[in-house]
Each structure stands twice: as C-alpha cells, then as structure tokens.
C-alpha cells in the first residue's frame, strides 16, 4: 500500500480524506461568466495508480471543456440562448435582426436578458436586449475555426492539430489582436509574405508549402460561402524549393521486396501488416484500424470505412478493396473467434495506434534498406508504380488508391466493380 506522505501528487490531484483520488481545477478568471463554477471537480480513482492512469484523459477533459467555451464566440452563446429558450420563430428574427421595441416579442428577448444577465458575458446580455444578433467580424481566428466546422466529419484526425499550428504561428507573427480582430480583408501580402518567412525559417519549403495550403482552403470556403468580395492574399505566394519531386520519397523496388520479406516473417503481426500494405497499397492508418466485419474472405475483399477505432483520410478514403489471395490468408488467422466489431490490430487500434505500427514496421525496414528516402509509405508508392506500368487507368488507380482527387464516383455512379479492380490488382501482384 502506497504511503500518502511519500506521494508526490502531479499537479491538479488531490488526494481526500477518504484516501480517493481527485482532479481539481480553478476554472480561468475570463471564464468566470460562462461556466458558473469557481472550481471543477472529477474523481479520478481510490488508488493512487488508478488516479494515474485516469489524470492524462481527464485533464485533457477539461482543457478541451475550457477551449470550446473559449472558441464560442457571443453570437453563438446568444443565438443558442434564443432557440432554446424562446424557439426557432425568435430564433429566426433574432438572426433577421426585424424586432421592433413596440412588438410583443421584443418583451421575450428582454425577458430573456434580465433573466441571464450575470451568468453570461455582457455581449450576449447586449444582444439580447437589442433583440437582434451581431455577427462578429470575419478574421484570421474566425475563418479557421469556421473551417474546421465544416470539414470536420469528412477530415483526418490530424486536421485539428494542423489548424492549431496555424493558429499558433499566425498569432506568433500577427500578434494575438490582430489575428483575433483584424477583418480578414485587411490582412495584406505583405503579412501572407512575411507569415511564410516565418515558417521557412524553420520548416522544409514542401511543409511550408502544405501548410499554406490549409489555410488557403480555410480562407476560398469563407470568401465563398459568406460572399466576401476579396482575394485570398495568401493565394500563389512563391514558395522556393517547394514543388514535388520523384526524390521526394522513393518507391520500394522489387529488389527490395525480395530482400525485406525475411525481416518480417520472423513476427507474425509485422507480417500480416507487411503483406496487406503491399498487395493493397493502403495507407498504414487504413489498416491498423480495421475491424473484423471489414475482411470479407469469401468475397475476397477488404472494406476500408470510418469505424470506432479511426477517421479516414478524405470522403474518397472510404472504398471496397479485393484481396490478394495471399493477403487473405495472412488475415485469416485473425479473425477466428472473434466479433464483428473487434479490432483486427487490438495493439495499434487507438489514438497514435498508427505510428507505433510504423516504427515497428520501420525497424525492421531499416535492417536491409537505409536509403531514407525509403519508408513504409513507400508501399504505396510501390502499388501506384506497379498499376501505371501494367496498364491501369489513371481514374481506376485513383479508386483503388483512396486518393482525394478521386472523381471515380462522380463519373460511374458507386465507383468500378470489385472485379474490373481485381482484373488490375493481379497485374499488379504479378
């Protein structure tokens, strides 16, 4: 049994006089107004272990309590106060801004004021007795968050993680003012110039070059969907050194394969992987987060869909893929006994899941390959090769591959048939 004076307890964990284990948290002082709490609280386990393990998901709880209430501008806090409380006709009118001081309903919104007033921020309270919304200005902060909203159930995971790296350098460069509150039409060239300085001080010219273009798109969705009459100054800024290259990263070459499948019989999980990301060219995370009900073996097809356990990349990540038959085989001894719903890769079906399945897999690569160009990811470059030289069309690759510019549904309503793609992938196999 631990000894309660020898614990040195993390910050934010208290331990009761019961012996349990708590989080606590003042709650920020700008806050104060929106969440009706001094202090908040969660139990974090009777043990001092099990408060270890739960500390790292409840604080992350709680900062992402804390940053949500931060992102809600008063707008929403207001628009929400109205559909809730008074309906959608208000809520309608109240966007409309056409409430007049001598209707009945302007009586509602004021009702509504005193009735929240010193449990919301003074904007909301404003609002409301105006009966009307005030939209806040579009800026730099605004267009990113509005950005995020809109892609977020097609994105991959990371997307969250990239806009927050914007944001950090944005504010970096800009200022925290005026990247908050400068309207997103006086933001020059000169400022989009001097942001990709920034990130060339420290960052490769094709990764400056990536995350330019994230913000492009933030900011072309904005200026469409609100109508702005502007240009994107962050439009084709001259980035040098940037451009794709086929030495960029380098495909596995057949040499290779040859020399690298020892590596991996020795373990029987590296294996499958191995297997499944050649005779695929899936990408890793794809994979690692497959669940039993997607690996049809009568069929001989693999189904790469959103699932509990990951995100995909884009819309057109989602696809049916056929099996080789030695993939198949490979994948057979997992799913014996087990659920529809169970993960296929127990190990790597979380959060990360993904990179640790690449540095084990990478490991083993480094054994016989040290070109560093040379990766896992070079599977799929491996694939892409192989379906151009044996004749493949570009649109069919596009389909089998889950690329993003993928126009195959549009064009053939569901996308080609299991068949056409395994008459293809055989080829490919050789």
């Not at 267009?143 to 944005?170: C, N, P, Q, S």
């Not at 297997?275 to 073996?297: F, K, P, Q, S, Y």
């Amino acid at each position: 049994m631990e000894n309660p004076v020898a614990l040195k307890l993390p910050r934010y964990m208290f331990r009761r006089a019961n012996g349990s284990f708590r989080y606590k948290r003042n709650v920020p002082k700008e806050l104060r107004s929106i969440i009706p709490k001094a202090t908040v609280y969660r139990q974090l386990g009777a043990t001092y272990d099990d408060a270890i393990r739960a500390l790292p998901k409840v604080h992350a709880e709680i900062e992402a309590l804390f940053d949500q209430e931060r992102r809600t501008t008063d707008d929403q806090r207001a628009r929400s106060l109205v559909r809730e409380r008074l309906g959608e006709r208000h809520e309608s009118m109240f966007l409309a801004g056409v409430v007049e001081p001598e209707w009945d309903v302007f009586d509602d919104f004021q009702e509504l004021a005193e009735d929240t007033q010193g449990r919301v921020p003074l904007g909301v309270t404003r609002q409301l007795k105006a009966g009307a919304a005030k939209a806040p200005p579009i800026t730099l902060a605004r267009v990113l968050e509005l950005y995020f909203t809109y892609k977020a159930e097609e994105a991959d995971a990371g997307l969250r993680t990239r806009i927050d790296r914007i944001r950090k350098d944005l504010i970096l460069f800009l200022g925290k003012n005026r990247f908050e509150w400068t309207e997103l039409k006086d933001i020059t060239r000169a400022d989009a110039n001097g942001y990709r300085d920034l990130l060339l001080a420290r960052m490769s010219p094709n990764s400056v070059q990536r995350t330019i273009g994230t913000l492009k798109a933030a900011i072309n969705h904005v200026i469409l969907e609100h109508d702005l009459d502007m240009k994107n100054v962050f439009q084709a800024l001259k980035i040098k050194g940037a451009g794709a290259s086929n030495t960029d990263r380098l495909p596995v070459t057949e040499e290779h394969l040859t020399q690298l499948w020892p590596a991996y019989e020795s373990n029987k999980l590296a294996s499958v992987l191995f297997t499944v990301l050649t005779d695929t060219g899936a990408r890793l995370a794809e994979i690692t987060g497959l669940e039993v009900g997607d690996v049809d073996l009568e069929r001989g097809t693999l189904f790469i869909r959103p699932n509990a356990h990951r995100s995909l990349k884009t819309k057109t990540s989602t696809r049916s893929l056929p099996l080789s038959p030695r993939a198949a085989e490979c994948l057979r001894g997992l799913l014996l006994g087990q659920e529809q719903s169970a993960p296929l890769f127990p190990s790597y079906a979380k959060p990360r899941g993904s990179d640790a399945a690449s540095a084990m897999l990478m490991q083993r690569l480094r054994t016989v390959v040290s070109d560093k160009k040379i990766t896992i990811h070079s599977l799929r470059h491996r694939m892409k090769d192989r379906l151009r030289n044996t004749g493949c069309p570009e649109a069919l690759s596009m389909a089998i591959l889950g690329h993003s510019a993928n126009t195959v549904a549009a064009n053939y309503g569901s996308g080609y048939a299991l068949d056409i793609m395994r008459e293809h992938l055989v080829k490919a196999w050789g």
